[in-house]
């Protein structure tokens, strides 16, 4: 089942700088997006999500944008912090979050 | 902050034997999900539930898979029979409504079947 993919197993990025994360989808229902955040012998911790009738969404340090016609969204994270150093998931969903379909997953480590 | 609590947090049984893990969704949610994590694979949707029944479920969920909603706080999974293919990270989520909301996960259960 690959109707999620993040392509890049791993992303290293220096403190201050932008991180940008990317996840493509091949499923054109899909209709609701997020991005969830891992650390070691935890659960994914929800960070931001975006709806299907909109491109782009912000909170705080994280955006993220969503292009339609490629099938791809992006998460930039400004600026990288140390404590972002975790894995990021990002999911998809028909109709709500009745059943989220999670992308392989991307270690990001921020390096000081 | 409310949370999703999972109980245990590590599992250990023999082949064969039944298990049950155990949550407690945050208290005003009303949707209920599992999800299991194989080592080194996705996040893959088990089974979701609403209004004590299931409401979508996936391949992965066969006759050895039970959920449950026993009293008005815990939300189980049941295997009966477990097999070594079912060692994995088991989690838990919950959410307040089904349309464009976020799921909180617990902190996970690890199941080792040896």
């Known amino acids: 089942d690959q109707q999620v993919k993040q392509n890049s197993p791993s992303l290293s990025v220096q403190e201050g700088r932008i991180s940008i994360l990317n996840c493509d989808y091949t499923n054109s229902m899909f209709d609701y997006f997020l991005w969830y955040k891992k650390y070691p012998a935890e659960g994914p911790t929800f960070l931001i999500s975006?709806?299907?009738?909109?491109d782009k969404n912000e909170d705080g340090r994280f955006t993220v944008f969503l292009n339609k016609s490629a099938k791809h969204l992006s998460l930039h994270i400004v600026p990288s912090q140390p404590g972002d150093s975790a894995v990021y998931f990002c999911?998809?969903?028909?109709?709500?979050?009745?059943?989220?379909?999670f992308g392989q997953g991307t270690r990001l480590t921020i390096n000081p | 902050e409310p949370e999703v609590t999972q109980t245990p947090s590590h599992q250990v049984t023999q082949m064969g034997q039944e298990v049950i893990l155990r949550c407690v969704p945050i208290s005003n949610h009303l949707y209920f999900y599992w999800y299991r994590q194989i080592l080194g694979q996705k996040v893959e949707f088990l089974v979701s539930?609403?209004?004590?029944?299931?409401?979508?479920k996936s391949e992965i969920f066969d006759d050895q898979f039970s959920v449950e909603r026993p009293d008005g706080s815990n939300f189980t999974l049941k295997i009966r029979s477990t097999k070594l293919e079912d060692s994995a990270m088991y989690f838990c989520?919950?959410?307040?409504?089904?349309?464009?909301?976020?799921?909180?996960f617990g902190q996970g259960t690890r199941l080792t079947v040896v």
């Open positions: 999911a998809a969903s028909v109709g709500g979050a009745q059943k989220l379909v």
């Open positions: 975006i709806s299907s009738i909109k």
């Open positions: 989520a919950s959410s307040l409504d089904r349309g464009n909301a976020e799921a909180f």
């Open positions: 539930f609403y209004n004590n029944e299931i409401s979508e």
